[in-house]
């Protein structure tokens, strides 16, 4: 995992947005000698397009108010132009409020929840939240307190950053970014840093004429529905900006690409062998010999389009 330091700097996540990338402020002098708050939100967690953004915000806890005058509020509550006025803001105050961003790409997302030993997105979320923490108390700032907009059961989640972050009074609540404003200020850090990449998003595949007119992203929106629709390969499916693990990806998949039945897809080589009356290959190797096996089955086509059979001797 790469990391970068800059004002809202995505060069580098874009160069290749199929990995993960972070992206962090100076560290203020101010958070390295006193006590200080921290704040944790995402952006993007719903949508079938683009990247989910986790972010932390973090100040001296003698500075609360000289935050709030900075007027951070929810970022969903807020219009583009203003979400970026106020990351100006936050990103001028340096001498004492500092931010990190945790970018997980689409492909990311998809590959980690589809893999063998599944990996969810709560799952995939914490990991992130409690990596940026792990990252300001590496970088020197003095942790006192981390409020957390929640990502499932709020106490469960409470408990588990306790426990990983011993001496640091954690706070988890629903709603957080409209209740703690270091909270909002982290959760307009990552919304911009979103819109960001979406809007300069670099497609790695050949597609020709892109149509960037995706709506919101989210599932229900006619334009990303129509986005998706569009740009359907019948059998390489989607570019890597969708999370093709979300249902709405896999919905449209079924029903409009090339049907492909993979034999190993929910059952083993056996299993599946045994259901289309041939012999596994997995059997070639077993100490019985040939003549034991059941000559009511057909040779696997493995073996019959190579011309291989089974011997005893050499």
């Not at 469960?156 to 209740?179: C, I, N």
């Not at 129509?226 to 919905?251: C, E, I, M, N």
Request: hydrophobic share 35%; charged share 25%; proline share 4%.
């Amino acid at each position: 995992m790469r990391e970068k330091i800059s004002y809202m700097d995505l060069s580098d996540f874009e160069a290749d947005n199929s990995v993960s990338c972070r992206l962090s402020s100076s560290i203020p002098d101010e958070c390295k000698t006193e006590d200080c708050c921290l704040g944790i939100d995402e952006a993007g967690r719903g949508p079938v397009l683009g990247p989910m953004v986790y972010g932390i915000c973090f100040c001296p806890v003698s500075r609360k108010e000289d935050l709030k005058n900075l007027k951070v509020a929810d970022s969903k509550t807020l219009t583009e132009a203003e979400r970026e006025n106020l990351f100006l803001k936050i990103d001028e105050a340096k001498d004492f409020v500092g931010w990190a961003l945790q970018i997980l790409s689409p492909n990311t997302i998809s590959t980690s929840m589809l893999q063998r030993a599944k990996y969810n997105l709560n799952a995939l979320s914490h990991d992130a939240a409690i990596g940026l923490v792990q990252h300001a108390l590496d970088c020197g700032v003095q942790l006192k307190e981390v409020f957390v907009d929640t990502v499932g059961p709020a106490e469960k989640y409470q408990d588990k950053l306790s426990q990983r972050f011993p001496g640091v009074e954690v706070t988890v609540r629903p709603k957080a970014d409209s209740l703690f404003p270091i909270v909002s200020a982290a959760s307009i850090c990552a919304k911009v840093a979103r819109d960001h990449a979406v809007k300069s998003w670099k497609f790695a595949e050949d597609l020709g004429e892109v149509d960037t007119d995706y709506g919101s992203g989210y599932p229900n929106d006619p334009k990303t529905k129509s986005w998706l629709l569009k740009h359907l390969d019948p059998v390489f499916g989607y570019p890597q900006f969708v999370r093709f693990s979300w249902s709405t990806a896999q919905t449209l998949m079924d029903s409009k690409a090339v049907a492909v039945h993979w034999d190993d897809d929910e059952e083993d080589g056996e299993k599946a062998a045994a259901r289309q009356n041939n012999t596994s290959m997995l059997s070639y190797f077993s100490r019985g010999k040939p003549s034991e096996l059941s000559h009511t089955r057909d040779t696997h086509r493995f073996f019959t389009e190579r011309k291989l059979q089974s011997i005893n001797t050499l």
